[in-house]
Nanobody, 113 residues
Framework: QEQFVESGGALVQPGGSLRLSCVGS????????MTWHRQPPGKAREWVAT???????MYTDSVRGRFTAIRANAKNTVYLQMDSLSPEDTGVYYC???????WGQGTQVTVSW
């Protein structure tokens, strides 16, 4: 059974940084395309980044240059390094593998004074 466990969310001031983690299990992690998503308050969930098994990365325009997605296959983990955070980055962050219909519990990121 596929499972995703996100962690690392917190309250952070604008301009600050956070590093999120997500451990995947129940599937061959190193072979799968992994994604990060977020759900801002009162809005639909949106795609943030994609990590291909070979190392390629893609980001949504609003985070490109500020966020860095990293995968550590030996740990079945993907990370999202978030820098220069703004209040617009507030939301619940999730990871998932492409093709899955399962979501984890997410981790809350709040950017505020």
């Amino acid at each position: 059974q596929e499972q995703f466990v996100e962690s690392g969310g917190a309250l952070v001031q604008p301009g600050g940084s956070l590093r999120l983690s997500c451990v995947g299990s129940g599937f061959p992690f190193s072979d799968e395309i992994m994604t990060w998503h977020r759900q801002p308050p009162g809005k639909a969930r949106e795609w943030v980044a994609t990590l291909w098994p070979g190392g390629a990365l893609m980001y949504t325009d609003s985070v490109r240059g500020r966020f860095t997605a990293i995968r550590a296959n030996a740990k079945n983990t993907v990370y999202l390094q978030m820098d220069s955070l703004s209040p617009e980055d507030t939301g619940v962050y999730y990871c998932q593998k492409v093709g899955s219909t399962t979501w984890g519990q997410g981790t809350q990121v709040t950017v505020s004074w």
